[in-house]
């Protein structure tokens, strides 16, 4: 069954550094999108990706924050010059387009770990 | 603004018991409504939906949720839980009918005893 990948499980920066998450999502989808947990908190949406350009994204997406999908498979989000609250588990997930029936799933990887020390 | 409510954060039952996991949604235009699961290490795994089309809906593994207008809640059940349901639940809100940005409620923790 395909499913949406992420690399690395966990990522280890210093403060100011930048660092970039990669996922892969399902071959044939064309929404892709970045949520955050920071720990003891809810899942927030942080962007979404569509026809290679961002679709929405909410207050937490600031200019330290920037999406890309550089290849076919790739999609990345980069931060710029992390912080110590940049630590939390970041998901991406992919939606095929299948016109515009309502409740469309978006499929979910299994995150990378970030913490900032 | 959208927002959701898992009023437990952890809920613990006994195998072979029911489970009630509870949602409130807030209410403005029709909702698409969600449960998904999460096991340690593992994505995010949708469980059912709910799209106005019939109010239960029926999901995966033996989970099922009713859509209660009158209510603004979207409880999910099971008649009996297994251990391998212990896991983490996020019940999951979007008004815009593309589909773009969900939002999730605070989640719950099922532990389930032998």
């Known amino acids: 069954e395909p499913e949406v990948t992420q690399t690395p499980s966990h990522q280890v920066t210093q403060m100011g550094q930048e660092v970039i998450l990669r996922c892969v999502p399902i071959s044939n989808h064309l929404y892709f999108y970045w949520y955050r947990q920071i720990l003891g908190q809810k899942v927030e949406f942080l962007v979404s990706f569509y026809n290679n350009e961002i679709s929405e994204k909410s207050e937490i997406f600031d200019d330290q924050f920037s999406v890309e999908r550089p290849d076919g498979s790739n999609f990345t989000l980069k931060i710029r010059s992390t912080k110590l609250e940049d630590s939390a588990m970041y998901f991406c997930?992919?939606?095929?387009?299948?016109?515009?029936?309502?409740?469309?799933?978006?499929?979910f990887g299994p995150g990378t770990r970030l913490t900032v020390l | 603004a959208q927002s959701v409510t898992q009023l437990d954060s952890h809920v613990s039952v006994s195998e072979g018991t029911p489970v009630l996991l509870r949602c409130n949604y807030s209410s403005s235009y029709s909702p698409s409504l969600f449960w998904y699961v999460q096991h340690p290490n593992k994505g995010l795994q949708l469980l059912l939906k709910?799209?106005?089309?019939?109010?239960l809906v029926k999901g995966i593994n033996g989970f099922e949720a009713e859509f209660k207008k009158s209510e603004t809640s979207f409880h999910l059940t099971k008649p009996s839980a297994h251990m391998s349901d212990a896991a983490e639940y996020f019940c999951?809100?979007?008004?815009?009918?593309?589909?773009?940005?969900?939002?999730f409620g605070g989640g719950t923790r099922l532990m389930v005893k032998p």
């Open positions: 997930a992919s939606r095929a387009f299948v016109g515009q029936p309502p409740g469309n799933e978006q499929f």
């Open positions: 709910y799209t106005s089309a019939a109010t």
């Open positions: 999951v809100v979007t008004y815009n009918n593309a589909g773009n940005m969900l939002t």
